[in-house]
Each structure stands twice: as C-alpha cells, then as structure tokens.
C-alpha cells in the first residue's frame, strides 16, 4: 500500500506513476511470452518509460544534447489560513504618534477596506505603491513604522499591505483621527 503522508508525490501523481509503471512492465512481459520477440531496445525503452515518473523524485532538471531537455516542478499548497473574527480588544496606542507616512497608508487602507468590503472584516483591501512612484520612499517609511507596530503586514507574493486584526481594531478605536486624515493614495 502507498504511504500518502510522504512529502514528494501527490496522490495523483503516484497514481499515474503506478498506472504507467504497470503498463510498461505489462508490455515487458507480454513481449517476453512471445518467443518470437526477444528483449530488445523497444523493451528497453518502455523499462525506462516506466521508471522515469519515479525519477522525478530525485531529479529535477534533466537534458540529452539534442533530444531532449525538461525540468520538472515542485507544487506547494498554500498555508494561509482563513482570518481569525476581530475581538474587540482596546488597544492603547494614543502614546505611539504615527508619523503622516503612517497615517496616510492607515487612512488609504481603512478608506478602501470599508469602501469595498463594508463591514466584514474576514476580507481585507491591499495596495501597493510601485518603486517607480514620486513617493515610494515615504510609503516605504510609513509600511515599516506601521509593520513594527503589529497594525499592517506585507502579503509575500505580491507586497501588498493590508490591515491586521490589530489594525483594524486601531483604526475602529481611532476613526476620526483615520477617517478625517487629510491625505491618502488614490486609486
């Protein structure tokens, strides 16, 4: 029985393997019942059809000068998880004077968020300001002040920036100080 737990292949992918493993060696043998057939290169080449999907396992790149050149790739499935229900927990940053960087790129993303989502919180609205982009140095300023404050964060993929949980929490405990911020990107 095939352990599925093992990292490598998914499912499906050992299930083709096995289907085409047992096709070649059931070609193999039915040309062995035949005596008229002896093993020859045509045999040859199904024992190595046959192997070749187990070969990706270990394998990843592989060329013949002139015949043949492929690269196989690795499938990774996403671990985000979905995101948590806010609990409304007061959270004190009255103390911590965000710079108008900072405020800008809050007042931008909550703007949108309830533009585009209203009240569900479980989604949220991301944005980026390209390199290229008269302002992207300050943006860059105001994402690492807010980042070390827990309220934004930085999708991977993408760079986008969205509020977190604690940020939103902020922002609902500072929205006129948000809403009524004179200045946010446009899009």
Not at 95 to 124: C, G, N, P, V
Request: hydrophobic share 40%; net charge positive.
């Amino acid at each position: 029985m095939l352990d599925d737990t093992k990292p490598g292949m998914t499912k499906l992918q050992r299930t083709v393997a096995v289907i085409l493993t047992i096709l070649c060696l059931f070609a193999i043998v039915a040309r062995i019942f035949y005596p008229c057939i002896l093993i020859d290169q045509q045999t040859i080449w199904l024992l190595a059809l046959g192997s070749l999907p187990w070969l990706t396992l270990f394998v990843k790149k592989f060329n013949i000068p002139g015949v043949l050149e492929g690269e196989t790739h690795d499938r990774a499935q996403s671990t985000m998880k979905p995101i948590p229900p806010i609990v409304n927990v007061p959270v004190d940053r009255s103390k911590d004077a965000f710079s108008s960087e900072a405020m800008k790129i809050l007042a931008t993303l909550w703007r949108y968020q309830r533009q585009h989502f209203k009240e569900d919180t479980s989604k949220r609205w991301t944005f980026a300001v390209f390199p290229n982009a008269t302002d992207y140095p300050s943006y860059l300023t105001g994402v690492a002040e807010l980042l070390k404050s827990g309220l934004v964060a930085v999708v991977p993929g993408n760079y986008q920036v969205l509020l977190t949980n604690e940020g939103i929490n902020y922002v609902q405990n500072h929205k006129n100080d948000v809403e009524n911020y004179s200045t946010v990107y446009t899009f």
